[in-house]
């Protein structure tokens, strides 16, 4: 891509649409990038657009074969996990209880053994490198590593884990991509002063940080700090189902808890912890090891329910107030715009002294990308579950319109398969951001839940091959049009401890038996491996029984009219 052309493709939109509102302009820098020489991204200014109407236009989707061929010269494919959801071994080596050891709120399954991944990391290493994948992303389990956080030492054994995952990864060619904190911490720092509500836990983050980077940071190029810090926000602080399960009327029914205000703080706090230890990289670290640092927000895409401005304008605020939330302030030094507006004090404000560290803290954004919901406005009608609250950004939000889901249903109620929604958030990302390096650090299926379901019916997952396929196809696409996306994680490895859900809700690509915590390969994963290879696949089984592709429900009435952020 070429200098300035986040700027000229926006220019371009205001040029042919005429009806275009835009209410406010913001200017932000984006640095000079370069990763491996593939991600150069211009240096110039970038335009935040606030309050624009969003594209809305008719897509035919054709029932594609994705090839890897068609992604660009150094892509990197990988798998994806998260130390609480694989690890086990929860009281071994000197890892100390984190806060879902403790939780017993809405836990069905405990974690103690997961899929025994501390025992079994060579095992699933093995299977990695068989699959084909070029890259690996998971997490740091911040109790095994520091067991009491800043209160304590540094656990050694915790280090040598880590330490083993990624020399056997590099052997096997495997880039390791770390997430430092994925949704586990010491129950100490919550117990001491109330984790993420607190400033302290910045420290206690960036403490972490430092940790990493000073052990592992010879031979990861590729951080990520915080993993969503905005779903992490919404289910522990707003709808409390994660721990410390945290709420309050109409979100839920919990002890303690401000469903309004808390998850902005919890919110704020994860921002600035991820902000300080960038900066600490930048400074200490980065001349040296050279690597890059990101984070990861959960990525929803919204379309209005209806052909009706009210409820463009609500999806609108539906983007703002879940992506940009966590993204704005990365990269524009502020919470987005429509926030500021809606919400009153509540809304915490970086000093001008944050802001400036705050403001361009990633090298690259990462995207969780599973699902597509519509918004309905709650401003100028009545609404259900909170959706006329200003946390929710006055957006009701539904996977259904008139009774019909906007795409197949899957095992998490709001997860349903639209296909198009991954090439639609990919473009927002890439318009609101002046399209900088973009990677996709998740995306997956899991089926509704079916009882007494056979093994051999789990292990041939056509609908799983499909939705990558279909994914994959429209993530093509929105690089084909421009987006500077450069990696693909498959969510998941292998079945795994899915938190609240427990063992029941299945994303892997490998089935674990409970009983023996065997790895059985799913037809998914031979798949995976045929399109890592590019060799073919016998497509008639999938092909036979696909529902998705060709199914890729249109917005009717929406399609002419073109507008743009
Ligand atoms: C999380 C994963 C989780 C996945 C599927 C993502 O929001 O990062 O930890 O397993 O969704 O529920």
Redesign the pocket.
């Given at each position: 891509m070429e200098d300035g052309d986040g700027v000229a493709s926006a220019r371009m939109a205001l040029l042919d649409n005429g009806s275009l509102e835009m209410v406010k302009v913001v200017y932000c820098m984006v640095s000079d990038i370069n990763l491996e020489g593939l991600d150069t991204v211009k240096t110039g200014s970038c335009r935040r657009f606030f309050g624009g109407r969003r594209l809305w236009r008719r897509r035919i989707v054709e029932n594609e074969d994705i090839k890897k061929s068609q992604f660009p010269d150094g892509f990197l494919f990988g798998t994806?996990t998260?130390a609480y959801?694989i690890e086990g071994a929860y009281l071994e080596d000197g890892k100390s209880l984190n806060n879902w050891d403790v939780s017993i709120i809405f836990k069905v399954d405990d974690a103690d053994i997961a899929d025994d991944h501390y025992h079994r990391y060579l095992e699933d290493i093995e299977i990695m490198h068989s699959l084909g994948v070029n890259a690996y992303r998971f997490s740091i389990s911040w109790a095994r590593v520091l067991p009491r956080g800043r209160f304590g030492e540094v656990n050694p054994n915790g280090v040598l884990f880590y330490n083993n995952i990624i020399d056997n990864l590099l052997l096997k060619g495997i880039v390791p991509f770390v997430t430092i904190h994925?949704?586990d911490f010491p129950q100490e720092l919550e117990d001491r002063y109330g984790s993420w509500l607190s400033p302290l836990m910045q420290e206690d983050f960036v403490h972490l940080a430092k940790t990493c980077f000073k052990s592992f940071g010879d031979r990861v190029k590729y951080w990520t700090t915080i993993?969503?810090p905005n779903?992490f926000s919404e289910m522990a602080y707003i709808m409390g189902k994660y721990p410390p399960a945290r709420c309050s009327a109409p979100f839920g029914n919990c002890s303690v808890g401000n469903s309004d205000s808390e998850p902005l703080i919890a919110m704020h706090n994860m921002l600035l912890g991820h902000a300080k230890a960038t900066k600490l990289y930048r400074e200490q670290f980065q001349a040296k090891q050279g690597g890059f640092m990101g984070m990861?927000a959960?990525a929803f895409m919204y379309e209005p329910l209806t052909d009706n401005e009210l409820d463009r304008e609500a999806a609108n605020r539906a983007l703002a107030f879940h992506v940009a939330w966590n993204l704005d302030p990365l990269v524009f030094g502020d919470y987005p715009p429509e926030m500021r507006h809606y919400h009153g004090s509540e809304l915490p404000r970086f000093t001008p002294e944050e802001a400036k560290y705050i403001k361009g803290s990633i090298d690259f954004i990462g995207i969780?990308h599973?699902s597509t919901l519509y918004a309905k406005d709650c401003i100028h009608s009545s609404c259900i579950e909170g959706g006329d609250r200003a946390i929710r950004g006055f957006a009701y939000l539904t996977g259904e319109r008139d009774g019909v889901p906007i795409g197949e249903p899957t095992g998490?109620p709001r997860?349903f398969v639209v296909p198009r929604g991954m090439e639609e958030i990919v473009e927002y990302v890439k318009k609101r951001y002046c399209n900088m390096p973009m990677y996709v650090t998740?995306n997956?299926y899991?089926p509704p839940k079916q009882e007494a379901v056979q093994v051999q019916d789990q292990l041939h997952d056509v609908k799983r091959i499909e939705f990558h396929k279909a994914y994959l196809a429209s993530l093509a696409r929105a690089i084909r049009n421009g987006a500077n996306v450069r990696r693909y994680f498959a969510?998941?490895l292998m079945d795994?401890y899915?938190?609240v859900?427990g063992y029941s809700?299945k994303?892997g690509l490998h089935y674990i038996d409970r009983q023996t915590l065997k790895r059985i390969p799913k037809l998914s994963a031979t798949w995976f491996q045929n399109f890592l290879t590019n060799s073919s696949f016998n497509n008639e089984q999938v092909v036979n029984t696909s529902s998705f592709t060709g199914k890729n429900v249109l917005i009717s009435g929406l399609e002419d009219k073109k507008t743009e952020i």
């Open positions: 994806a998260s959801q994925h949704h993993n969503e779903l990861v959960s969780n599973y998490i997860f998740e997956g899991a969510w998941t795994n899915e938190w859900r809700l994303f």
